[in-house]
């Protein structure tokens, strides 16, 4: 009963921003909407918690309508006709990034802290995460995706994922300024943040100052060749980098079918729109909360999850336990339609798509 009701609580909280943000949308007072978390977290994936405890009761199709529910609010905001400001001043990951990452204002701190760590938990980078990694400079988006490394708002601000660096006791002087802002007019809204903008400097061992290495590495067209790139360079060096060798342990300790899944849907979302993303990783999860591709999956997204989440012993037993025994079948399986009656691909409203933000990633 905990479990349902957790699942029902998280599923009644998406339906009731979905009301309201479509209210905003049309209410002419409304000029813009900001967002904001409550607390150190904007939000750290405590989504991902609900979902699979319904999923663990036997009911996949919970998870599915979870999954849809969620993607039409990240679409919503996505395309959303008024500026949409979220101030980051904490960790955003999972869910939240799929919240934010997606404004047209997307405004981080010196406290901001992203990470897409989905490959560790069974899962993979989604909600539209496929195209807004995609177009990260070079190949910065799989190195995000694959590693679950974090970076902190600097090297958000640096790479593109967010457009304004504020210092975290200004926010709410911008707060301010913005309120008595009387138009919606993005080139006004944008001086008034601009206002308040910091240009950053990112630390001396930043990944993001190695994006050749990056680029080199994860460029390859498969996992294990990002994988023995990444050795290959601790090999030449007499003193590997840091960031390097964590690069290598977190790969090697995720679920090698969600690499596999995980370097795919990037590498399509570059050639994708924002609604096609949706709609291919919505394909995705429905297959992994279903176990399309035999009971593996099922015991991935599980497993992975039990153990990051209520067994805390960040030890899952991933089934198959090495990428070589990932086959093209089985990934091929997870982006193919769900052969049942009354399954369908992910239905988006006709919209207006505006994800192309007034402000690129600094490339």
């Given at each position: 009963?905990a479990?349902?009701?957790?699942?029902k609580?998280?599923?009644?909280?998406i339906?009731?921003?979905l009301?309201k943000?479509?209210?905003?949308?049309?209410?002419p007072t409304?000029k813009?909407?900001?967002?904001k978390?409550?607390g150190?977290?904007?939000?750290?994936?405590?989504?991902?918690v609900?979902?699979?405890?319904a999923?663990?009761?036997?009911?996949?199709?919970?998870?599915?309508r979870?999954?849809?529910k969620?993607?039409?609010?990240d679409?919503?905001?996505?395309?959303y006709?008024?500026?949409l400001?979220?101030?980051?001043?904490?960790?955003?990951?999972?869910?939240g990034?799929?919240?934010?990452?997606?404004?047209?204002?997307?405004?981080?701190?010196e406290?901001?802290?992203?990470?897409?760590?989905?490959?560790?938990?069974?899962?993979?980078?989604?909600?539209g995460?496929?195209?807004?990694?995609?177009?990260?400079?070079?190949?910065f988006?799989e190195?995000?995706?694959?590693?679950?490394?974090r970076v902190?708002g600097?090297e958000?601000f640096?790479?593109?994922?967010?457009?304004?660096?504020?210092?975290?006791k200004?926010?709410?002087?911008?707060?301010?300024a913005?309120?008595i802002?009387t138009?919606?007019?993005?080139?006004k809204?944008y001086?008034?943040?601009?206002?308040?903008?910091?240009?950053?400097?990112?630390k001396e061992?930043?990944?993001?100052?190695r994006?050749?290495?990056?680029?080199?590495?994860?460029?390859?067209?498969?996992?294990?060749?990002?994988?023995?790139?990444?050795?290959?360079?601790?090999?030449l060096?007499n003193?590997?980098?840091?960031?390097?060798i964590?690069?290598?342990n977190?790969?090697?300790s995720a679920?090698p079918?969600?690499l596999k899944?995980t370097?795919?849907s990037?590498?399509?979302?570059?050639?994708q729109?924002?609604?096609?993303?949706?709609?291919?990783?919505?394909?995705i999860?429905c297959n992994?909360?279903?176990?399309?591709?035999?009971?593996?999956?099922f015991?991935?997204?599980?497993q992975?999850?039990?153990?990051?989440?209520?067994?805390?012993?960040?030890?899952p037993?991933?089934?198959?336990s090495?990428?070589?025994?990932v086959?093209?079948d089985?990934?091929?399986?997870?982006?193919?339609?769900?052969?049942?009656d009354?399954?369908?691909?992910l239905?988006?409203p006709?919209?207006?798509?505006?994800?192309?933000?007034?402000?690129?990633?600094?490339?």
């Amino acid at each position: 009963m905990a479990s349902n009701f957790s699942f029902k609580r998280e599923l009644n909280q998406i339906s009731q921003m979905l009301t309201k943000f479509r209210a905003f949308e049309t209410d002419p007072t409304i000029k813009f909407v900001i967002l904001k978390g409550n607390g150190k977290a904007f939000c750290a994936g405590g989504d991902v918690v609900s979902s699979l405890t319904a999923i663990i009761a036997g009911h996949w199709s919970y998870g599915a309508r979870f999954y849809e529910k969620q993607f039409n609010l990240d679409y919503l905001l996505a395309t959303y006709k008024k500026p949409l400001i979220p101030l980051i001043d904490g960790i955003v990951m999972g869910g939240g990034a799929g919240l934010t990452m997606h404004g047209r204002f997307r405004i981080v701190t010196e406290n901001a802290v992203f990470a897409m760590p989905e490959v560790h938990i069974g899962l993979f980078p989604d909600l539209g995460a496929s195209q807004f990694l995609s177009r990260l400079p070079g190949y910065f988006g799989e190195y995000l995706g694959l590693t679950g490394a974090r970076v902190d708002g600097a090297e958000m601000f640096a790479c593109g994922l967010a457009t304004h660096f504020v210092s975290s006791k200004d926010l709410l002087n911008l707060e301010n300024a913005l309120e008595i802002q009387t138009s919606l007019e993005m080139t006004k809204i944008y001086k008034v943040i601009e206002k308040f903008a910091q240009n950053p400097k990112i630390k001396e061992d930043s990944p993001y100052n190695r994006l050749e290495i990056i680029d080199k590495c994860f460029s390859k067209d498969t996992v294990e060749e990002i994988l023995l790139a990444l050795e290959n360079e601790v090999k030449l060096k007499n003193k590997a980098e840091n960031w390097i060798i964590k690069a290598i342990n977190s790969m090697k300790s995720a679920s090698p079918t969600s690499l596999k899944i995980t370097l795919r849907s990037i590498r399509e979302g570059r050639q994708q729109n924002l609604k096609q993303c949706f709609i291919r990783e919505y394909t995705i999860c429905c297959n992994i909360v279903r176990a399309t591709a035999g009971r593996d999956y099922f015991e991935i997204s599980l497993q992975g999850s039990r153990a990051m989440f209520f067994d805390k012993d960040k030890k899952p037993k991933w089934e198959p336990s090495k990428l070589e025994l990932v086959s093209k079948d089985m990934i091929d399986r997870c982006f193919s339609a769900i052969d049942e009656d009354d399954w369908e691909y992910l239905k988006l409203p006709s919209r207006s798509d505006t994800m192309e933000k007034i402000l690129q990633p600094r490339l």
